[in-house]
């Protein structure tokens, strides 16, 4: 018996009930993936339930056919189960009207956004799914697919599908909010910017009409997203059917914590999500940067060094006290002077609450998930609070050993073997930056190499030789001594750890 409407209520757990299906989907939303799952369709959840409406979800896959085809066997739902060592419990958020793979429908993107019954697009499409070039600051032109939808034809691209879908809408003129969920920096603005260069770069003045559509009709609030879920194991998927008593083919684990932060503008009104605790706030920059610095970027350190220690799961390399130790440091020492509280926030409480969340060890979350995607998602994360260190001064030597534990999973020396964990970590870096440890002499090489000719993390960084020669060294002390010794050393350099909070 599969996971259907129908079936739940003959499920053994009484744990789990179906909420009442939204009356009409008022939401597209790109990226169909455990995250959008575990989080807005959650919150979605909350607001149906307390307010009604026809807030219901269009979501939309980019390439896989799993998890739609699975849905769709399972009358649109499935099970999120929330985890911590001490309990499993399970709600179905029950909030999807429909599901498809927008690489093989992308005309369909564009008739919805053309529908003016939808009032809101959601985006969770990863930091890598926005097209944009970290050189050139702005919308990627020199990529063949943001080439190809500026030409025109079904688009491929997500911000080609919200500028083609709101060229479309744009006759009509009914409002719409476009709602980034990723990790970036003030990424409604992002977002924005990146959608009217692609109009403003379309031939003959094509994109002007719907340039002016955008500026009186079209919001794009920005948000702060947070809840940790891993991927989906084989066994996660028996323990969720057991404790279900139906079978669910696309369960999402997640952890008890949850937050979203959001600027209230919505062009096309917006659901209850507060009934789900989200929070309204003119804060949300605040929030985004301590949420990617102090969680995103202490996480990646703890991946890497992780990786490099030969241990697959974050609970177990927080587990270790050098590298709970690093985290601490990197933390307090090196990514809370760079961000600014958002206001009735206990920050000590904040942190505190990061490491039990990062030691979740029925979460089971990978080294490998969290360090995947390395070249895209440091960039968001170290730039900024590595700079303001190094014009104080300062060597921030625990953002160093995140760069020098990511280039050693990523890019390994010759002779040096990170280990199958950091083997696991895919990243769309990969090919190039091996290309240059191969022929690397030593860690300052291939620090110079990628952080000064490459740019990899931005142009200011990339000035600052400093900063650059302490990553080498650190690689060096990585490959030829062992990523405990270079712990210390950055540990022993940085003197930041203050013994009052412990893990
Ligand atoms: C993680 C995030 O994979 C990663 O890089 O840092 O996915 C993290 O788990 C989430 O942002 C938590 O909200």
Redesign the pocket.
Known sequence: MSIQAHTLGRASSGTATLPAAPSGAGILHLGLGS?HRA?QSVYTAAALQSTGGDWGIIGVASRSRAVVDAMHAQDLLYSVATISPDSTSLTIPGVHTDAFVGGEQPERIVAHLADPSIRIVTLTVTENGYSYSAATQRLDLDDLVVQADLRGGAPRSTIGQLARGLQARAAAGAPVSVLSCD?LAANGKHTEKLVREFLDALPHGEGADTLAFLDQSVSFPSSM??????STTAQMREQVSALLGVRDEVPVPAEPFT?WAIEDRFAGGRPAWEAGGAVFTNEVGRYEQM??RL??GT??LI?YLGALRGVGTIPEAIGLSEIADAALAVLRGEYEPSIEVPSGVDIRAYESELFARWGNSALG?RTS??????SV?LRQRIPEPAMLALRNGEMPHLIALTVAGYLSCIAPLPGFDPGVHAAAMTDAARDRLQAVAATARDGHELAERVIAEQQLFGDELAGQDSFITRVGELIDTIRHRSVDAAIADALSASQTIKKEMQP
């Open positions: 995250f989080h990790n997203v947070d809840r940790i879920v891993p937050m949420k990617v969680l995103n996480h990646s991946a979350h998930q969290v360090g995947t995607d390395g998602k």
